[in-house]
Protein backbone atom coordinates (compact mmCIF):
# COMPACT_ATOMS: atom_id res chain seq x y z
CA UNK A 1 0.00 0.00 0.00
CA UNK A 2 2.92 2.51 0.50
CA UNK A 3 4.38 1.83 -2.64
CA UNK A 4 0.88 2.98 -4.11
CA UNK A 5 0.74 5.75 -2.13
CA UNK A 6 4.07 6.81 -3.46
CA UNK A 7 2.88 6.40 -7.15
CA UNK A 8 -0.48 8.18 -6.63
CA UNK A 9 1.47 11.46 -4.91
CA UNK A 10 4.22 11.12 -7.38
CA UNK A 11 3.17 9.64 -11.27
CA UNK A 12 5.94 7.15 -11.73
CA UNK A 13 7.91 7.11 -8.70
CA UNK A 14 8.49 3.08 -9.14
CA UNK A 15 7.58 -0.54 -8.84
CA UNK A 16 7.92 -3.38 -6.44
CA UNK A 17 11.41 -3.40 -6.86
CA UNK A 18 12.81 0.17 -6.86
CA UNK A 19 10.58 0.17 -3.52
CA UNK A 20 12.42 -2.90 -1.72
CA UNK A 21 16.23 -1.76 -3.38
CA UNK A 22 16.02 1.98 -2.08
CA UNK A 23 14.30 0.77 1.49
CA UNK A 24 14.52 -2.80 2.45
CA UNK A 25 17.77 -3.70 0.68
CA UNK A 26 19.71 -0.31 1.85
CA UNK A 27 22.49 -0.49 3.89
CA UNK A 28 21.92 0.54 7.99
CA UNK A 29 18.05 0.63 7.12
CA UNK A 30 15.97 -0.06 9.79
CA UNK A 31 12.05 -0.45 10.34
CA UNK A 32 12.22 2.64 13.17
CA UNK A 33 13.46 4.61 9.49
CA UNK A 34 9.56 4.83 8.39
CA UNK A 35 6.78 6.81 9.42
CA UNK A 36 3.33 6.68 8.25
CA UNK A 37 -0.30 7.40 9.18
CA UNK A 38 -3.35 5.90 8.59
CA UNK A 39 -7.05 6.81 7.77
CA UNK A 40 -9.66 5.55 9.73
CA UNK A 41 -9.52 2.24 7.60
CA UNK A 42 -5.80 1.18 8.45
CA UNK A 43 -4.93 2.64 5.06
CA UNK A 44 -1.14 4.81 4.63
CA UNK A 45 -2.44 8.27 3.50
CA UNK A 46 1.04 10.15 4.56
CA UNK A 47 4.72 8.55 4.41
CA UNK A 48 8.03 9.58 5.19
CA UNK A 49 11.19 8.11 5.36
CA UNK A 50 14.64 8.99 7.28
CA UNK A 51 17.85 6.99 5.72
CA UNK A 52 20.96 7.17 7.93
CA UNK A 53 24.17 8.94 6.20
CA UNK A 54 28.00 8.99 7.31
CA UNK A 55 29.76 11.73 6.00
CA UNK A 56 33.81 11.41 6.28
CA UNK A 57 35.35 15.18 6.82
CA UNK A 58 39.05 14.86 5.72
CA UNK A 59 40.97 17.35 7.45
CA UNK A 60 40.47 16.98 10.31
CA UNK A 61 39.74 13.40 9.79
CA UNK A 62 36.21 12.97 11.34
CA UNK A 63 33.19 11.08 10.69
CA UNK A 64 29.46 12.68 11.02
CA UNK A 65 26.48 10.71 11.51
CA UNK A 66 23.68 12.31 9.52
CA UNK A 67 20.10 11.66 8.35
CA UNK A 68 18.74 12.44 5.02
CA UNK A 69 15.28 13.42 4.82
CA UNK A 70 14.04 11.00 2.18
CA UNK A 71 10.90 10.62 -0.22
CA UNK A 72 7.51 11.88 1.41
CA UNK A 73 4.37 11.89 0.27
CA UNK A 74 0.58 12.47 1.03
CA UNK A 75 -2.32 10.83 -0.49
CA UNK A 76 -3.88 13.76 -2.70
CA UNK A 77 -6.99 13.33 -1.70
CA UNK A 78 -5.61 14.33 2.05
CA UNK A 79 -3.17 16.95 0.84
CA UNK A 80 -4.03 20.40 2.40
CA UNK A 81 -4.92 18.71 5.50
CA UNK A 82 -1.24 19.69 7.63
CA UNK A 83 -0.10 15.98 6.89
CA UNK A 84 3.13 17.00 5.53
CA UNK A 85 4.18 18.93 8.19
CA UNK A 86 2.95 16.85 10.69
CA UNK A 87 5.39 13.95 9.53
CA UNK A 88 7.84 16.32 8.47
CA UNK A 89 8.25 17.16 12.71
CA UNK A 90 8.28 13.36 13.42
CA UNK A 91 11.21 12.86 10.77
CA UNK A 92 12.90 15.74 12.21
CA UNK A 93 12.08 15.21 15.94
CA UNK A 94 13.57 11.39 15.82
CA UNK A 95 16.46 12.41 14.10
CA UNK A 96 17.57 14.61 16.89
CA UNK A 97 16.68 11.44 19.71
CA UNK A 98 19.17 9.49 17.52
CA UNK A 99 22.47 11.62 18.67
CA UNK A 100 22.72 12.92 14.75
CA UNK A 101 24.95 15.49 13.89
CA UNK A 102 22.72 17.19 11.17
CA UNK A 103 19.63 16.53 9.10
CA UNK A 104 20.05 16.68 5.29
CA UNK A 105 17.60 16.91 2.78
CA UNK A 106 17.55 16.62 -1.32
CA UNK A 107 15.51 18.93 -2.78
CA UNK A 108 14.94 20.80 -5.85
CA UNK A 109 14.78 24.56 -6.00
CA UNK A 110 11.39 24.71 -7.27
CA UNK A 111 10.18 22.49 -4.18
CA UNK A 112 8.39 23.98 -1.58
CA UNK A 113 10.15 22.15 1.03
CA UNK A 114 13.43 23.73 -0.81
CA UNK A 115 11.68 27.35 0.16
CA UNK A 116 10.32 26.13 3.45
CA UNK A 117 13.63 25.09 4.86
CA UNK A 118 15.50 27.73 3.71
CA UNK A 119 13.24 30.06 5.75
CA UNK A 120 14.08 27.90 8.64
CA UNK A 121 17.34 28.77 8.58
CA UNK A 122 18.63 25.54 6.86
CA UNK A 123 22.08 25.62 5.23
CA UNK A 124 22.08 25.15 1.67
CA UNK A 125 24.33 24.91 -1.73
CA UNK A 126 23.68 23.92 -5.33
CA UNK A 127 24.83 20.90 -6.86
CA UNK A 128 26.92 20.45 -9.79
CA UNK A 129 24.58 18.83 -11.51
CA UNK A 130 25.39 17.91 -15.00
CA UNK A 131 23.16 16.33 -18.45
CA UNK A 132 24.74 15.23 -21.63
CA UNK A 133 21.89 15.70 -23.99
CA UNK A 134 22.15 13.40 -26.81
CA UNK A 135 19.10 13.99 -29.33
CA UNK A 136 18.57 17.99 -28.55
CA UNK A 137 15.44 18.16 -30.47
CA UNK A 138 13.45 15.21 -28.94
CA UNK A 139 15.17 16.28 -25.54
CA UNK A 140 13.22 19.64 -26.05
CA UNK A 141 10.17 18.66 -27.18
CA UNK A 142 9.88 16.10 -24.19
CA UNK A 143 10.90 18.73 -21.17
CA UNK A 144 9.83 22.16 -22.84
CA UNK A 145 5.75 22.20 -21.23
CA UNK A 146 7.54 20.96 -18.04
CA UNK A 147 10.14 23.66 -18.23
CA UNK A 148 8.71 26.76 -20.30
CA UNK A 149 4.82 26.51 -19.35
CA UNK A 150 5.36 28.21 -16.30
CA UNK A 151 7.95 30.94 -17.81
CA UNK A 152 5.16 33.41 -18.83
CA UNK A 153 8.02 35.85 -21.18
CA UNK A 154 8.64 32.42 -23.31
CA UNK A 155 5.08 30.81 -23.19
CA UNK A 156 3.51 34.34 -24.39
CA UNK A 157 5.88 34.60 -27.46
CA UNK A 158 5.88 30.60 -28.21
CA UNK A 159 2.00 31.55 -27.97
CA UNK A 160 1.90 34.44 -30.43
CA UNK A 161 4.67 33.39 -32.75
CA UNK A 162 5.21 30.06 -32.76
CA UNK A 163 3.18 28.83 -35.41
CA UNK A 164 5.37 31.09 -37.49
CA UNK A 165 8.80 29.77 -36.94
CA UNK A 166 10.67 26.12 -37.97
CA UNK A 167 13.53 25.10 -35.85
CA UNK A 168 16.30 22.04 -36.83
CA UNK A 169 17.61 20.61 -34.78
CA UNK A 170 21.01 18.10 -35.06
CA UNK A 171 18.24 15.26 -34.47
CA UNK A 172 14.84 16.54 -36.39
CA UNK A 173 12.51 19.67 -37.13
CA UNK A 174 9.98 21.16 -35.13
CA UNK A 175 7.47 23.74 -35.17
CA UNK A 176 8.17 25.93 -32.41
CA UNK A 177 4.63 25.74 -30.96
CA UNK A 178 5.33 22.10 -30.70
CA UNK A 179 7.03 22.96 -27.34
CA UNK A 180 3.84 23.97 -25.38
CA UNK A 181 0.81 23.36 -27.48
CA UNK A 182 2.28 20.00 -28.66
CA UNK A 183 1.06 20.66 -32.56
CA UNK A 184 2.34 20.97 -35.45
CA UNK A 185 0.90 24.78 -37.91
CA UNK A 186 -0.19 24.08 -40.97
CA UNK A 187 0.92 27.82 -41.51
CA UNK A 188 2.95 28.11 -45.02
CA UNK A 189 5.63 31.15 -44.92
CA UNK A 190 7.85 30.30 -41.79
CA UNK A 191 10.77 31.77 -40.27
CA UNK A 192 13.39 28.73 -40.06
CA UNK A 193 16.18 28.86 -37.16
CA UNK A 194 19.23 26.39 -37.34
CA UNK A 195 19.63 25.44 -33.73
CA UNK A 196 23.19 24.23 -32.51
CA UNK A 197 24.03 21.68 -29.98
CA UNK A 198 25.67 24.06 -28.02
CA UNK A 199 22.87 26.79 -28.36
CA UNK A 200 20.38 24.04 -26.78
CA UNK A 201 23.14 23.73 -23.96
CA UNK A 202 23.22 27.40 -23.59
CA UNK A 203 19.80 28.02 -23.71
CA UNK A 204 18.87 25.10 -21.10
CA UNK A 205 21.08 26.56 -18.96
CA UNK A 206 20.07 29.97 -18.72
CA UNK A 207 16.22 29.76 -18.73
CA UNK A 208 14.89 29.56 -15.40
CA UNK A 209 11.43 31.48 -13.98
CA UNK A 210 13.52 33.98 -13.19
CA UNK A 211 14.94 35.03 -16.67
CA UNK A 212 14.35 38.67 -17.63
CA UNK A 213 12.91 39.00 -21.95
CA UNK A 214 16.34 41.76 -22.15
CA UNK A 215 18.29 38.33 -20.69
CA UNK A 216 16.35 36.47 -22.83
CA UNK A 217 17.37 38.63 -26.31
CA UNK A 218 21.15 39.24 -25.46
CA UNK A 219 21.14 35.46 -24.85
CA UNK A 220 19.95 34.79 -28.31
CA UNK A 221 21.97 37.47 -29.86
CA UNK A 222 25.14 36.08 -29.23
CA UNK A 223 23.89 32.73 -30.34
CA UNK A 224 23.65 34.34 -33.78
CA UNK A 225 27.20 36.48 -33.80
CA UNK A 226 28.58 32.87 -33.27
CA UNK A 227 26.64 30.90 -35.94
CA UNK A 228 25.18 28.61 -33.08
CA UNK A 229 21.33 30.00 -34.59
CA UNK A 230 21.63 30.43 -38.14
CA UNK A 231 18.57 31.73 -39.81
CA UNK A 232 17.37 29.65 -42.87
CA UNK A 233 17.27 25.71 -43.69
CA UNK A 234 21.04 24.56 -42.88
CA UNK A 235 22.25 21.99 -41.30
CA UNK A 236 23.31 22.88 -37.18
CA UNK A 237 26.79 22.68 -36.34
CA UNK A 238 27.01 19.52 -33.80
CA UNK A 239 29.49 18.85 -30.89
CA UNK A 240 32.44 17.21 -32.13
CA UNK A 241 33.17 13.53 -30.56
CA UNK A 242 36.33 12.19 -28.71
CA UNK A 243 38.34 10.20 -31.70
CA UNK A 244 41.12 9.88 -29.24
CA UNK A 245 43.24 6.38 -28.78
CA UNK A 246 43.38 4.74 -25.67
CA UNK A 247 46.45 2.53 -25.88
CA UNK A 248 47.45 1.68 -22.25
CA UNK A 249 44.01 1.25 -21.20
CA UNK A 250 41.85 -1.39 -21.28
CA UNK A 251 38.36 -0.84 -20.81
CA UNK A 252 35.28 -3.79 -20.33
CA UNK A 253 31.70 -3.45 -19.75
CA UNK A 254 30.31 -5.43 -16.97
CA UNK A 255 27.16 -7.20 -15.31
CA UNK A 256 28.81 -7.92 -12.01
CA UNK A 257 31.81 -7.62 -10.43
CA UNK A 258 34.02 -9.82 -8.47
CA UNK A 259 34.93 -9.81 -5.11
CA UNK A 260 38.82 -9.24 -5.97
CA UNK A 261 37.77 -6.42 -8.72
CA UNK A 262 35.40 -5.05 -6.05
CA UNK A 263 38.52 -4.93 -3.49
CA UNK A 264 40.43 -3.14 -5.90
CA UNK A 265 37.73 -0.19 -6.62
CA UNK A 266 37.68 0.68 -2.69
CA UNK A 267 41.05 0.74 -2.65
CA UNK A 268 40.65 3.39 -5.86
CA UNK A 269 37.99 5.38 -3.36
CA UNK A 270 40.49 5.39 -1.22
CA UNK A 271 42.60 7.04 -3.01
CA UNK A 272 40.99 9.53 -4.81
CA UNK A 273 38.63 10.71 -1.85
CA UNK A 274 40.86 12.01 -0.01
CA UNK A 275 41.36 15.08 -2.88
CA UNK A 276 38.12 15.93 -1.20
CA UNK A 277 37.13 18.21 1.80
CA UNK A 278 33.99 16.12 2.83
CA UNK A 279 32.14 12.77 0.64
CA UNK A 280 29.04 9.98 1.78
CA UNK A 281 30.50 7.15 2.91
CA UNK A 282 31.72 4.18 0.65
CA UNK A 283 32.47 0.83 1.58
CA UNK A 284 31.73 -2.41 0.59
CA UNK A 285 28.35 -2.69 1.49
CA UNK A 286 27.69 0.55 -0.72
CA UNK A 287 29.03 -0.77 -3.55
CA UNK A 288 27.44 -3.93 -3.54
CA UNK A 289 23.82 -2.17 -2.91
CA UNK A 290 24.56 -0.22 -5.82
CA UNK A 291 25.43 -2.74 -8.02
CA UNK A 292 22.19 -4.65 -7.20
CA UNK A 293 20.15 -2.12 -8.41
CA UNK A 294 17.02 -3.32 -10.52
CA UNK A 295 17.39 -1.18 -13.44
CA UNK A 296 21.48 -1.81 -14.18
CA UNK A 297 22.17 -0.79 -17.49
CA UNK A 298 25.92 -1.11 -17.40
CA UNK A 299 29.05 -1.27 -15.87
CA UNK A 300 32.23 0.20 -17.10
CA UNK A 301 35.82 -1.15 -15.51
CA UNK A 302 38.50 0.41 -16.74
CA UNK A 303 42.36 -1.20 -16.28
CA UNK A 304 45.75 -0.10 -16.57
CA UNK A 305 48.31 -3.01 -16.51
CA UNK A 306 45.62 -5.04 -14.72
CA UNK A 307 44.41 -2.46 -12.15
CA UNK A 308 41.33 -0.43 -11.82
CA UNK A 309 41.99 2.90 -12.47
CA UNK A 310 38.22 3.38 -13.63
CA UNK A 311 34.56 2.77 -12.31
CA UNK A 312 31.08 3.97 -14.05
CA UNK A 313 28.04 2.71 -12.82
CA UNK A 314 25.14 3.01 -15.36
CA UNK A 315 21.02 2.90 -14.30
CA UNK A 316 18.41 2.68 -17.11
CA UNK A 317 15.99 6.07 -16.42
CA UNK A 318 12.30 6.10 -18.24
CA UNK A 319 11.52 9.75 -17.28
CA UNK A 320 7.40 10.17 -17.60
CA UNK A 321 7.93 13.16 -19.76
CA UNK A 322 8.66 10.66 -22.56
CA UNK A 323 12.60 11.22 -22.52
CA UNK A 324 14.80 7.99 -22.63
CA UNK A 325 17.95 8.73 -20.21
CA UNK A 326 20.68 7.14 -18.47
CA UNK A 327 22.24 8.44 -14.90
CA UNK A 328 25.61 8.17 -13.70
CA UNK A 329 25.03 6.63 -10.01
CA UNK A 330 28.83 6.46 -9.64
CA UNK A 331 31.90 7.04 -11.49
CA UNK A 332 35.29 7.80 -10.33
CA UNK A 333 38.50 7.94 -12.15
CA UNK A 334 42.41 7.67 -11.11
CA UNK A 335 43.64 10.07 -13.38
CA UNK A 336 42.64 12.44 -16.90
CA UNK A 337 42.91 9.54 -19.25
CA UNK A 338 40.60 7.21 -17.43
CA UNK A 339 38.38 9.85 -17.34
CA UNK A 340 38.29 11.08 -21.28
CA UNK A 341 37.62 7.29 -21.82
CA UNK A 342 35.21 7.34 -19.10
CA UNK A 343 33.24 10.13 -20.53
CA UNK A 344 33.74 8.92 -24.17
CA UNK A 345 32.21 5.29 -23.47
CA UNK A 346 29.20 6.77 -21.62
CA UNK A 347 28.64 9.55 -25.00
CA UNK A 348 28.97 5.83 -26.52
CA UNK A 349 26.49 4.11 -24.65
CA UNK A 350 24.23 6.32 -24.80
CA UNK A 351 24.04 6.97 -28.70
CA UNK A 352 24.34 2.85 -29.12
CA UNK A 353 21.14 2.84 -27.02
CA UNK A 354 19.39 5.74 -28.79
CA UNK A 355 19.02 7.75 -25.96
CA UNK A 356 18.17 11.38 -25.26
CA UNK A 357 20.08 12.31 -22.64
CA UNK A 358 22.83 11.07 -19.75
CA UNK A 359 22.38 12.80 -16.06
CA UNK A 360 25.32 13.01 -13.43
CA UNK A 361 26.45 15.07 -10.26
CA UNK A 362 30.37 15.77 -11.02
CA UNK A 363 31.91 19.30 -9.78
CA UNK A 364 35.13 18.04 -11.44
CA UNK A 365 35.99 19.55 -15.16
CA UNK A 366 33.86 17.64 -17.80
CA UNK A 367 34.14 18.39 -21.46
CA UNK A 368 32.23 21.29 -22.69
CA UNK A 369 29.35 19.01 -24.05
CA UNK A 370 27.94 18.44 -20.81
CA UNK A 371 24.97 21.22 -19.90
CA UNK A 372 25.07 22.44 -16.17
CA UNK A 373 21.74 22.27 -14.13
CA UNK A 374 21.18 24.40 -11.50
CA UNK A 375 17.65 23.16 -9.94
CA UNK A 376 19.06 20.75 -7.40
CA UNK A 377 20.51 21.28 -3.95
CA UNK A 378 21.51 19.61 -0.68
CA UNK A 379 19.74 21.06 2.45
CA UNK A 380 20.93 20.98 6.05
CA UNK A 381 20.03 21.62 9.85
CA UNK A 382 22.38 20.97 12.06
CA UNK A 383 21.53 19.54 15.65
CA UNK A 384 23.69 21.35 17.53
CA UNK A 385 24.99 24.75 16.56
CA UNK A 386 28.76 23.91 15.31
CA UNK A 387 29.80 26.76 12.43
CA UNK A 388 33.14 24.92 12.08
CA UNK A 389 31.19 22.19 10.56
CA UNK A 390 28.52 24.55 8.94
CA UNK A 391 31.55 26.03 7.67
CA UNK A 392 32.52 22.76 5.75
CA UNK A 393 29.25 21.96 4.48
CA UNK A 394 29.19 25.32 2.91
CA UNK A 395 31.96 25.64 1.27
CA UNK A 396 34.11 22.42 1.67
CA UNK A 397 34.73 20.25 -1.57
CA UNK A 398 31.96 18.03 -0.89
CA UNK A 399 32.05 14.93 -3.41
CA UNK A 400 28.02 13.72 -4.40
CA UNK A 401 26.85 11.26 -6.93
CA UNK A 402 23.45 10.52 -7.96
CA UNK A 403 23.79 7.70 -5.82
CA UNK A 404 23.76 9.47 -2.64
CA UNK A 405 20.81 11.47 -3.75
CA UNK A 406 18.83 9.04 -5.04
Keep these: ?13 GDEEIFRWKYDDYPDFKKEYGFYIEDGHGNPICFGRVARR ?39 DFVESQDADAILAFVRKTNVSYKVNKKRGWGHRNLPLKMLILSPGKFVKNYADLALADIDIISSFIGFFGKWIDLTFSDEKITLSELIEGKTSDTKSKLKFSI ?18 LQLINLFSKLLMSGDIVLGNTSPKKFEHDRREYKNLLLEHRDELTQKEIDEI ?63 YECIWDNDEA ?15 NLDAVLMISDLILDNKWTDISYQTITWDLVEDKPEIDNILRKGDWRITLYDIL
Excluded at 197 to 206: L, N, P, Q, S, T
Excluded at 339 to 353: A, M
Design 54 to 92: ELIFTQPQKKIKGFTLGDAAVDPSHQGEGLYSYIHKART
Design 196 to 213: SDFAVKRFIEEIDEEIEL
Design 1 to 13: MLLELLNSAYEGW
Design 339 to 353: KHLLLNEIEQVGFRR
Design 266 to 328: LFLYSKKLKDFDLYFRRDEQDIEHLLSHPNLADILVIKKDSNIVGFCVLINQNKKSGSDEIWV
